[in-house]
Nanobody, 119 residues
């Protein structure tokens, strides 16, 4: 399995930007579809964005479309989430996750990084 460690969270004012990073180690990073998920207090974890193994295809939740950009650098085993025009409702713990090609489920998860957006 791949090991994942997120970083880059913090406190930002509404309208601001943050860039989350996820460092992967272990098995070949390029063998995985990668995703970002988030969980707000008192709510279930929700999907944010995914990117295919080579970075040629991305998919976003409607709530972040046009504001967030997922990307990856397979040469560095890194996944990113650029978050712009942040809103208070984006406040959550953000998790990166990995799904090996051919598997329908995300089975490897990071520990999460807190993002807090103040109004």
């Amino acid at each position: 399995q791949v090991q994942l460690v997120e970083s880059g969270g913090g406190l930002v004012q509404a309208g601001g930007s943050l860039r989350l990073s996820c460092a992967a180690s272990g098995r070949t990073f390029g063998s995985y579809t990668m995703g970002w998920f988030r969980q707000a207090p008192g709510k279930e974890r929700e999907f944010v964005a995914t990117i295919n193994w080579i970075g040629s295809s991305t998919y976003y939740a409607d709530s972040v479309k046009g504001r967030f950009t997922i990307s990856r650098d397979n040469t560095k085993n890194m996944l990113y989430l650029q978050m712009n025009s942040l809103k208070p409702e984006d406040t959550a713990v953000y998790y990166c996750a990995a799904s090996i090609i051919g598997d329908q489920n995300f089975r490897s998860w990071g520990q999460g990084t807190q993002v807090t957006v103040s109004s």
